[in-house]
Nanobody, 118 residues
Framework: QEQLVESGGGLVQPGGSLRLSCVAP????????MDWYRQAPGKEREPVAS???????WYDTSVEDRFTITRDNVKNTVYLQMNSLRIDDSAVYYC????????????WGKGTLVTVSA
């Protein structure tokens, strides 16, 4: 089964930085909008950022001044650079891939845990 694989999570102090990576199969990556979502304990999964195959980004307002999403169309990898991390950024971060058409199904990775704590 085709799968997305996230990496880069970990424990970081408030104000610190992490870079998440997500590798996807080439046949999926090249046509997909790549998403980053996160889910904190007891909360619903929420969108964080996305990037189109043409490299157009979108950010949730809670992260737009601190996070940067990029994609490498040669390595089939999407990145999420997270700076100035806050305690409320702690969550499991999920990578998703979907075709840029209405109603498209999202393929998800298993997630990577980010913990921001002093």
């Amino acid at each position: 089964q085709e799968q997305l694989v996230e990496s880069g999570g970990g424990l970081v102090q408030p104000g610190g930085s992490l870079r998440l990576s997500c590798v996807a199969p080439e046949n999926i990556f090249r046509i997909s909008v790549m998403d980053w979502y996160r889910q904190a304990p007891g909360k619903e999964r929420e969108p964080v950022a996305s990037i189109t195959p043409q490299h157009t980004p979108w950010y949730d307002t809670s992260v737009e001044d601190r996070f940067t999403i990029t994609r490498d169309n040669v390595k089939n990898t999407v990145y999420l650079q997270m700076n100035s991390l806050r305690i409320d950024d702690s969550a499991v971060y999920y990578c998703g891939a979907r075709e840029p058409v209405p109603g498209a199904t999202t393929i998800w990775g298993k997630g990577t845990l980010v913990t921001v704590s002093a």
